[in-house]
DNA sequence: CTTCTATGTCATGCT
DNA sequence: TCAGCATGACATAGA
């Protein structure tokens, strides 16, 4: 699998923030010419993969408007080359049966998407080859000045349907593709193909129908699979290092994603040349001109009621093009929808956006012109998930919705730290809600905005410097802190009162609370540090600030954007982990000595038992020789006689042995005469 | 309610 | 000077 290069994660976040937010107005601006359906993968996995392709930002990416630029980089898993292509059997439809069986909804693309994912894309290094058919495909698309008729031609094996070829595998890697032209060839030729997109787009919705997908589900579902069972092995590669540990092993991925760009024209080349088109021209497009079609039938065949025309006559950005959607990302019931009026959410949701975010012709939504009821619904599950965290990050990260409650972070270190001094001004908090229903959620991540501001001194990263922020290399945080926060936060801390209000709302109270009790508990299982940590939505585990390397660790908090709380609350967490280890460490230490101590108490005591047995026999020995050589001194001097033959009195006499062997009977006066005169001697010595 | 144990944290000194 | 380590002392939760 080849990915995406991570051409915002090698520095200067903001340029390329800028970069992407331009493209995004840009891209759309530039839909003037229906005559490509780009795929666009599951949500889920484009997440994942994203996360996989560079380890950058999550915010970054939650700010990405182009979620289907991450399928660029599934070329191959989408389309594996095994594939032959087959112009005969039904060319015209096969992108949009393969589309469908791929179960990912596809959108209608300008000529330079075409263009620009053979660039990014293209399977070999000469960028000969690439998802969309590369540029036989893009050229075939109109992207490089070529017809509809044009594309047969410049890609003779893809059957001569551009969308054949866009979506044919083996069109995509095996074919000989024309070069990948000039930037202003694919801008002039961005023109060309209006009266090429409503066929297209007929041919599609006809295609929608088409019930001979099964075995190409079947197939691409496999093919996903495997990807998927890739993927994760990557993953759990990665996950089990540390973030630090696990750079390089990204850095090669990005080495091998850096190869897959090894085009003729890079993005960022592009993007470059895109910020110089004339910003006028990026605006005064809706949505509805340029999916005239695709949007009502999308619309209409989809649960989906929210009225695009005037969604989209407002700037919106990010957060409003999601939310312009709710009953596809987070309302599913339609009761729900029908008490919940859409102004709200542009209201609402005008409160979290800063005018500069805004993107003048960024209608997201268009994203989704959905295919079949089957692929709509499971994208639009997938993109619920995406959208969430997408959503959640990015207010995430600014602090925003249920995060950086003033109240939670004022009672946490309130409550938690009165030794460390760490302490929030609680006065100017209010009463942030936290919503269990998306629709609420967006609600209340805009009051958590006007609530962070006072309540923690104005945290309001400018996505900018989200972009900055996030720049990490693990996975595992970006999922982590994505999907927990999706799977935690919006669930617990429920006032009853907003709850009651949709019948939504009232009947997944139960449910609600079942996990507002778990993820309580959840909570409760947390440590301080954790805790203060979740409050202030510092984007690290504990885990990771206390065991990462010094150097690591300076890096990190150099290059995000974090406010002195946060970083003094960081370098808190990792001097008390670092002390609370060493302290572990000092106690297992002392613990050692004890039971060494102990043990050789025992060595000793044993050895002084054997002593002990030594001495007693040693003593019985000596007793045994001492009766023995009385004795012996008795049976000697019983058997002795004087010169009168009378026995001689063993208390007058001793015996004495000599130098050369012999014994003698000496007097006992001689013998102490002798040993006074020898202590003399000695003493005298 | 008291006691004991485990653990976290802080202060301090040292490297 | 800073970061980290070692450790005594204290606080606290839980058995």
Redesign the pocket.
């Known amino acids: 699998m080849k990915y995406l290069k991570p051409w915002w994660s090698d520095g200067g976040g903001l340029l390329h923030l800028t970069i992407l937010l331009s493209l995004a107005g840009l891209r759309l601006d530039l839909d003037l010419d229906l005559d490509l359906y780009l795929l666009l993968p599951p949500p889920t996995l484009l997440w994942d993969e994203l996360l996989l392709a560079g380890g950058r930002t999550s915010s970054a990416y939650a700010l990405s408007p182009f979620p289907a630029w991450g399928g660029w980089g599934r070329a191959e898993q989408l389309h594996p080359k095994g594939r032959e292509p087959d112009p005969a059997a039904d060319p015209e439809g096969r992108l949009l049966r393969e589309v469908r069986a791929l179960g990912v909804p596809f959108i209608p693309r300008t000529r330079v998407d075409a263009w620009l994912v053979h660039s990014v894309v293209a399977g070999d290094a000469d960028g000969a080859h690439g998802l969309l058919g590369a540029p036989a495909a893009a050229s075939s698309a109109g992207g490089v000045g070529s017809s509809l008729e044009d594309s047969s031609q410049a890609a003779p094996g893809d059957g001569g349907d551009p969308r054949a070829a866009a979506s044919s595998p083996s069109a995509a890697g095996e074919e000989e593709k024309a070069p990948a032209e000039s930037t202003a060839q694919v801008l002039e030729a961005g023109g060309r193909a209006n009266q090429e997109n409503e066929v297209l787009r007929e041919r599609h919705e006809a295609m929608c129908h088409n019930s001979q997908n099964e075995e190409n589900e079947q197939r691409v579902s496999s093919a996903q699979e495997k990807s998927l069972q890739q993927k994760n092995e990557d993953e759990s590669k990665i996950a089990d290092k540390p973030d630090w540990e696990a750079e390089k092993t990204t850095q090669s991925r990005n080495e091998r994603s850096l190869n897959v760009t090894e085009t003729a024209f890079s993005l960022d080349d592009f993007s470059q040349m895109l910020l110089s088109q004339p910003e006028n021209s990026l605006e005064g497009i809706s949505l509805g001109d340029i999916f005239p079609g695709s949007i009502n039938d999308g619309m209409n065949s989809s649960t989906c009621n929210i009225n695009f025309s005037q969604a989209i006559s407002h700037d919106v950005n990010l957060h409003d093009a999601m939310l312009l959607c709710p009953d596809n990302t987070f309302r599913r019931e339609p009761t729900a929808r029908t008490s919940q009026p859409e102004e709200p959410f542009l209201q609402s949701n005008s409160h979290i956006t800063n005018p500069e975010q805004t993107l003048p012709g960024t209608h997201l939504t268009g994203f989704l012109p959905l295919v079949g009821n089957q692929t709509r619904n499971l994208s639009q599950d997938l993109l619920h998930d995406l959208d969430i965290s997408i959503f959640d990050e990015t207010n995430l990260m600014s602090l925003a919705t249920e995060g950086f409650d003033s109240m939670e972070v004022s009672q946490l270190f309130e409550e938690l ?1 009165s ?2 001094g760490l302490s929030l001004n609680s006065s100017n908090s209010t009463s942030v809600t936290k919503y269990n229903s998306s629709c609420s959620m967006c609600e209340g991540g805009a009051t958590g905005y006007s609530d962070l501001e006072g309540a923690v001194g104005g945290y309001y990263p400018d996505p900018s410097k989200l972009c900055h922020v996030g720049r990490r290399n693990d996975s595992a945080f970006h999922g982590d802190l994505a999907f927990q926060h999706i799977q935690h936060n919006h669930t617990y801390h429920v006032e009853p009162g907003a709850l009651d209000s949709t019948p939504t709302s009232f009947s997944q109270h139960g449910k609600s609370q079942k996990i507002s009790k778990h993820l309580n508990d959840t909570d409760r299982n947390l ?3 954790e805790r203060r940590a979740k409050a202030l939505h510092i984007p690290f585990s504990v885990d990771e600030i206390v065991r990462m ?2 150097e690591s ?2 890096n990190m908090l150099s290059r995000h954007y974090l406010t002195d709380l946060q970083v003094s609350l960081m ?2 967490i ?14 297992k ?2 613990l050692d000595i004890i039971l060494n101590l102990e043990d050789d108490l025992c060595n000793l005591q044993a050895k002084k038992e054997i002593l002990k047995r030594e001495r007693a026999q040693y003593n019985k020995a000596i007793t045994t020789m001492k009766q023995k050589l009385h004795h012996l001194y008795h049976s000697i001097f019983s058997r002795l006689r004087d010169d009168d033959g009378r026995p001689v009195n063993p208390n007058h006499y001793v015996l004495e042995c000599s130098q050369d062997g012999s014994v003698l009977i000496v007097p006992k006066e001689l013998v102490t005469s002798g040993h006074k005169k020898e202590n003399r001697k000695g003493k005298r010595k």
């Open positions: 730290d030794d460390s440590s301080r540090d390397p010094v660790f300076n370098r808190g990792r001097r008390r982990g670092k002390n609370k280890v060493a302290a572990q460490n000092c106690r230490r002392k």
